[in-house]
């Protein structure tokens, strides 16, 4: 793996571990951790032995959002900013052939919880909370925020959630669905490295094209879905994978599972 002035990327086996490292800025975005992780997520997407990644934030916050010492001046450019720099980034997230994890520590605001909010799965602290800032400043939210908002929580909860600017601490976004577990804080790394493993265990093509059907039907309507499913069973049934499934099911032991 790679070194970086912004992010460290530990490997655990077939889990790698992806932090965001400004700790003193609470991990906001400045110009060399967007690169940087954009660099990361790419070469962790890239690696065949990484079967599932966890994404967390260095020190007391995952990540507090945009750097705003960055956010002024006259040739600052939002729109091309948020294309050009995070849309990259977020996209190999939500298009990777592997499942992402985020393990959220203390705040993720603005744009950072929007990181978080676009992994596959998500474990928070028991201290952790999600946090749209945006409208406290006259900002709307970014970086695929009302996407997955609008998703979860449906429009009008989403919008109340946007306008208010209110504060969702890890318990009840395991209540609304914006995450799927509740961690102690001093344990939270280690819960999402642990429950990582368990699914690095499983079946590879089952964990990559579980992740694309649901993208896709995100997206589609029902006849386009089924279509759809029908197109990865076709993938997954003639794989390698499959059939030692099948015999290590007969055989009545634990599979070895190649990812093709």
């Known amino acids: 793996m790679a070194n970086y002035d912004t992010v460290t990327v530990e490997r655990f086996e077939r889990v790698a571990l992806v932090s965001f490292n400004r700790p003193d800025s609470l991990n906001a975005f400045n110009a060399a951790l967007r690169a ?14 990484i079967r599932v990644a966890v994404l967390t934030g260095a020190g007391r916050a995952f990540s507090a959002g945009a750097d705003l010492g960055e956010v002024t001046g006259a040739d600052f450019d939002v729109e091309s900013q948020l ?43 028991e201290n952790a909370y999600l946090y749209q800032a945006f409208a406290a400043i006259s900002l709307v939210p970014d970086g695929g925020a009302t996407w997955h908002l609008a998703r979860t929580l449906g429009r009008k909860r989403a919008y109340e959630l946007i306008v208010t600017g209110e504060k969702l601490p890890a318990q009840r976004c395991h209540e609304l669905g914006l995450c799927n577990r509740v961690a102690a804080a001093d344990t939270l790394v280690a819960d999402a490295l642990a429950w990582a493993q368990e699914l690095a265990a499983k079946a590879p093509l089952a964990l990559r094209y579980a992740k694309e059907s649901l993208n896709f039907a995100l997206e589609q309507e ?23 499934g099948v015999e290590a099911f007969i055989g009545k032991r634990a599979p070895v599972w190649q990812g093709k």
Request: net charge negative.
């Open 222 to 244: 029902l006849p386009a879905t089924i279509s759809e499913e029908a197109r990865l069973q076709k993938i997954c049934i003639g794989s390698a994978d499959a059939a030692e």
């Open 36 to 49: 940087d992780i954009l660099q990361a997520v790419e070469e962790v997407n890239a690696d065949p032995e």
């Open 83 to 125: 294309n050009q720099e995070y849309k990259p980034v977020l996209m190999a997230i939500h298009q990777a052939p592997m499942p992402w994890v985020s393990a959220v520590n203390g705040a993720a605001a603005g744009v950072g919880s929007a990181f978080a909010m676009g992994c596959d799965l998500t474990v928070m602290a």
